[in-house]
């Protein structure tokens, strides 16, 4: 595999993605990979391990926002 590259197509931190966001595609870049049960973006997000999520951040707003890896696009 080549270096700096995401395994399974799963972002890492400094991908650009895309996801959609009140009908719209949103662009803007992966900040984190979140692993377990925490508070982000304002609401409990309930991932492990094995069920991860991702906290993103819209380079048009700068807000940041968490999504599952099915819900992004590189």
Not at 9 to 38: L, M, Y
Not at 58 to 74: I, M, Q
Request: no cysteine; glycine share 10%.
């Amino acid at each position: 595999m080549a270096k700096g590259r995401s395994e399974g197509g799963k972002p890492k931190k400094g991908d650009k993605v895309t996801w959609s966001s009140h009908g719209r595609r949103t662009e803007g870049q992966a900040e984190k990979e979140i692993t377990e049960r925490t508070e982000a973006s304002g609401r409990t997000v309930d991932a492990s391990p094995d069920d991860p999520q991702y906290e993103v951040r819209s380079d048009k707003s700068g807000r940041t926002a968490v999504h599952r890896p099915s819900a992004l696009k590189k």
